[in-house]
C-alpha cells in the first residue's frame, strides 16, 4: 500500500505508540518500525490501518522484556504526559506515578542496548529526569546511559504549530538542532484555507486531495453569544492567568493542540472565519501536528479523535529525528523525498459526531468571571460569583489579592463602605452616593435567581451574569473618572483603613505591584463591591 523507495538500515521498537507519530515520521526517515507498544485499542487500530504494523495491545508496565524482538538499533517512545502536567491535579500533577512509566522505558532501554533511542515528553519532564538522574533520585540506575535532555519547540523545525516538547536520549541532536535554519514554517491561516479548496494540498507533505475525499474538515456550529463571550474573557480577563490572544492570529503558527479541549476552555483554539467564530476541525488539528491530509483516525467519537491526535508526537518532527539518526545533512534533509507516499487507508472512518452548544445545565452551575477594569493581573482581581445555600442562588463580588502561598479573599461590606467614604470630603461622598442608588435601581430590577435561569439556560431571555458583569464594569467606569484628582496618599489610607486586619497583607501586596496608583482603583472596586455584597441580591430560590 505504501511506495517504499529505500531499504531500510535501521530497526525500530515504538513504545507507547499512540495513532503512530513516530512509527510514521522514522518510517519516512527510512526505518524500519519492527514492533509498537500501545495499551489503547483505538490508538493502536488507528495506527495498524494506518501503517500496517504490528501493535501489541498492553500495558507496557506489564511488558516482559524477554519477549521483545532482537537486533534492534532505536528504541523510541512517548510515555504518557498526564501525570507530569500541570493540568492535572491542580497544577501537581503525579509525578509518582508518572515516573513509573519512565522507569519502564529507560528499563527497555538498558535491556536492548541500541544505538540510538529518543524519549519524547513534556518541557516539565526535563527538568524532573535530570532531578531523578542524580544520586539518590529514582532513576539514578539509568543515568550513564542519558546523553541528553533537551526542550525543543516544534515550529523551529517547519511545524505550523508552537509546541515544546521535551526529548532525551542517545541520538545526533547537534544534527537535529541545525535543521532548523533550513526549514520552513507555514501559518495558522494558510493551514485553514489550504484545506478548504477544492483541491486540498498538503502544505508539508505536498499530498494533493479532492476536498470529498477529506475526512474530518467538518466544522462545529459557530460559537453562541454566551460561548463567545466565555472564551473571549478565559483568554482575554482571565481570574488567574495572563492575557492570551483572541481570536487565534492567523499570520504565524498555532498555539499548542491540546487532547481534552472544549467549546468554552481556555486552551480553545478558536479562529474567526466569514465574521463568526468556531473551533478548529479535527483535520484541522491532525494537519497542525504534521499528519498527512491523507492519515486516518479510527476514534468512534469525536472525543476520542480529539485526544488521539492531541497526544500524538507531531511526525514532522520525527522524521528529522530518523534524518538525523540516519545522517542527513541540513542542506538536503529536505530535498530528500520522503519514504514513501502515505496513501488512504482503505477502510475510511464514519464521521464523528460534532459538538454542539450544551442546550441545558444543572440548576447550581458555577459562575466566576472577573468585573471588567477591576483585573491587576497575576491572579489579583474582582470577582463576581454565584454562591448557594442550599437551593438557594445569591451573587456576590470579593477581591482576591496578594502573594501565591499566601493570597487572601475580601467581601466588601457596608462597614468597609463607611469606613472609605469617612476618609473623602463631602462632594466627592455625594457624588459616589448618586452612583450607589444608579446602581442599585438597574440590579434591584434583576432577581438573583433570574440571573442563575439564564445561566443554566433552563429561561432563555433576559439578564444573565455576563449582563451583570458589564453593568458593574460600566459603574467602576464612571467611578474611576471621579477619582481621577483624589490625592494619592489620601486613597492609600482609605484602603488600608478599610481593609483593616488584612491592611499589613495589603501593604506588601502594593509595594509588589503598581506602587500608589493601583489603590485608586482597588478603592473604587471596594465600594462597588461592598454596594452589591450589601443590597441583599441573594437567596433567591432555585427550582
Known sequence: MQNQIEQPVYRAIDLYSGVGGWSLGLRMANIEIVSSYEWWSVAAD?????????????DIRKLDLSELPTDIDIVVGSPPCTQFSYANRGGSGDIADGLKDVYKFLEVVEHVSPQYWVMENIPRVAGILERELSNGGQLVRFREIVDDIKVVDCSDFGLPQRRKRMLAGSFPSNRLDSYAAHSSKCTLGQVIRALGLKTVRDLIYGNTLLSEELTDN????????????????????HRIYNIMPFPEPQDRTSRTITAAETRVSRESLIVEDAGEYRRLSL????????????YQFYGKSY??????IGNAIPPLLTYLIGRAITNISAEIVHEVPYAYSHELPLGLPTRA???????KYRWDRRFRS???NLRFGSGVRFELSNEFEGNNVYWEVSFFYGA??????????????????????????????KERVSLEERLQAISASGVQRVWNHSHGSGIGPFGVLDILGETVAVLLEKCDSVDRELVESAVRTALNGDSDE?????????????????????????????????????D
Open 218 to 237: 467538518d466544522y462545529e456550529d459557530v460559537l453562541d453569544d454566551e460561548e463567545l463571550r466565555l472564551n473571549r474573557d478565559s483568554k482575554q480577563f
Open 404 to 433: 501565591s502561598k499566601n493570597y487572601r479573599r475580601v467581601r466588601p461590606n457596608e462597614g468597609m463602605c463607611e469606613r472609605l467614604l469617612d476618609s473623602f470630603d463631602s462632594g466627592l461622598v455625594e457624588e459616589f452616593s
Open 46 to 58: 488507528t495506527q495498524r490501518l494506518n501503517l500496517g504494523d504490528r501493535v501489541t495491545e498492553l
Open 506 to 542: 495589603y501593604e506588601t501586596f502594593i509595594s509588589s505591584k503598581k506602587g500608589k496608583e493601583i489603590n485608586v482603583t482597588v478603592i473604587v472596586g471596594l465600594l462597588v463591591g461592598s454596594w452589591v455584597n450589601s443590597m441583599g441580591t441573594g437567596k433567591s430560590k432555585g
Open 283 to 294: 483535520r484541522e488539528r491532525a494537519t497542525l501536528q504534521g499528519f498527512p491530509i491523507t
Open 370 to 372: 472577573v468585573i471588567p
Open 303 to 308: 472525543s476520542d479523535r480529539q485526544k488521539m
Open 353 to 359: 459526531k460534532r459538538r454542539v452548544a450544551a442546550q
